[in-house]
Structure formats: structure tokens, C-alpha cells
Antibody, heavy 120, light 110 residues
Framework: EVQLVESGGGLVQPGWSLRLSCAAS????????MHWVRQAPGKGLEWVSG????????GFADFAKGRFTISRDTAKNSLFLQMNSLRPEDTALYYC?????????????WGQGTLVTVSS | SYVLTQPPSVSVAPGQTARITCGRN??????VHWYQQKPGQAPLLVIY???DRPSGIPERFSGSNSGNTATLTISGVEAGDEADYYC?????????????FGTGTKVTVL
């Protein structure tokens, strides 16, 4: 059974940093693409970033470029999102998601999310 | 900007058919994926590559994609189908993020 468990969310002030983690299990990471997707309160889904597990290639949404970093620990099967210079508009539930098949073009499995609140 | 347009809401009586559209110029040339999200829960993949159903998703859920509109169809709607539904595409052209979600549709079972 695929399990994705996020942690690291919390309440921070604008300009602060936060590091989210996702512990993953139950599937082969070979050829996997892992993602972060967020959802602001009462709003829709928004892709944040993704990483190809085997070679570490990454991609980011424009709002994340230069502020967020995605990484993984292959030994611990963990995914991370380092978020710097946080803004109130970054307030959202952040989901870890496993990309579907080897393409990663869709989101096959989702964690339950970790809430990030940016407020003074 | 790259927008996938969905109707904000769809209402349907139990046992009837709900159709949720996802519109964009020439979306038929892309693969469309659909997610169900119930209140307080994470999204759940219900259709991928336009028409494929993941294991465990009832046959009542089906998809189609042609021209400017992709459609998620829920046949024989049940109370448990009440949720928000999102379409999603992957598009590698450079002027937008590669993963784009639709605006979302709230399905209400009357």
C-alpha cells in the first residue's frame, strides 16, 4: 500500500522559512516522479514543484522559483520542500503526491497534507 | 494564462448522470486526468489519460476528451459522489507551469 505522510507545516511570519517533509513507502521509487501540490483555504489545487527520483531533475511553478527548493533523500525514501521568504499568499495545505506511471504526468497517490500558515 | 475552465457547480439527482466539463482550446490534443476531493480529504485520482480508471474506481466514472472539451461522466450518481472534481493536464510548452488544474466543479447530489 502506498503511503505518503507529510509533516513540517505550521504558523510562521512573512519572510520566514519552513521545511516540509514527506515520508513515502509502499512503492518502487525507480522511475518515480514526486510532487508537491498546494491548496489555499477554500481554493483549488495548484502544482508547486516536482522531482524525478532517479536523477534529481526538478521543476517549479513560477511563484516557487527562487524561493522554494525540492529535494529527496533516496536512502530514507523522503521528499522535502524548503520554503524561504514565505508570503501570506503561500498559506495553504501542502500535499505530497506520487506521479503516475513513469511519466509523472498525473498524480496517482496523495498524502493527507500539512498546513502552512503565513501570518504576522 | 493557461486556464482549464470548469463549471463552478453541477447538481444531479440520485441515480441520474452528472457530466462535468473541462474546457480549453484544443484540449483534445492533451491527456486529461480527473480528481475527486471530498470535504476534508485529499484528492483522489478517478480518471487518467482521458478514459482510464484506477483500480478501485467504480465503472460509473468515465471520461472522454475531444476538440475543446473534456468530460467526466458519473452515471447512476450516488450520495457518496458529492465532492469537488478537478481536471488536470500536463503541457510542456514554456509559458506556464507544466501541470495545470482546472478551476474545479462542486457536484451536489440533490
Amino acid at each position: 500500500e502506498v503511503q505518503l505522510v507529510e509533516s513540517g507545516g505550521g504558523l510562521v511570519q512573512p519572510g520566514w522559512s519552513l521545511r516540509l517533509s514527506c515520508a513515502a513507502s509502499g512503492f518502487s521509487f525507480h522511475d518515480s516522479v514526486m510532487h508537491w501540490v498546494r491548496q489555499a483555504p477554500g481554493k483549488g489545487l495548484e502544482w508547486v514543484s516536482g522531482i524525478i527520483w532517479t536523477n534529481g531533475d526538478v521543476g517549479f511553478a513560477d511563484f516557487a522559483k527562487g524561493r522554494f527548493t525540492i529535494s529527496r533523500d533516496t536512502a530514507k525514501n523522503s521528499l522535502f520542500l524548503q520554503m524561504n521568504s514565505l508570503r501570506p499568499e503561500d498559506t495553504a495545505l501542502y500535499y505530497c503526491a506520487k506521479g503516475g506511471d513513469t511519466s509523472g504526468y498525473f498524480f496517482e497517490h496523495w498524502g493527507q497534507g500539512t498546513l502552512v500558515t503565513v501570518s504576522s | 494564462s493557461y486556464v482549464l475552465t470548469q463549471p463552478p457547480s453541477v447538481s444531479v439527482a440520485p441515480g441520474q448522470t452528472a457530466r462535468i466539463t473541462c474546457g480549453r482550446n484544443n484540449i483534445g490534443s492533451k491527456s486529461v486526468h480527473w480528481y475527486q476531493q471530498k470535504p476534508g480529504q485529499a484528492p483522489l485520482l478517478v480518471i487518467y489519460y482521458d478514459t482510464d480508471r484506477p483500480s478501485g474506481i467504480p465503472e460509473r466514472f468515465s471520461g472522454s476528451n475531444s476538440g475543446n472539451t473534456a468530460t467526466l461522466t458519473i452515471s447512476g450518481v450516488e450520495a457518496g459522489d458529492e465532492a469537488d472534481y478537478y481536471c488536470q493536464v500536463w503541457d510542456s510548452t514554456s509559458d506556464h507551469p507544466p501541470y495545470v488544474f482546472g478551476t474545479g466543479t462542486k457536484v451536489t447530489v440533490l
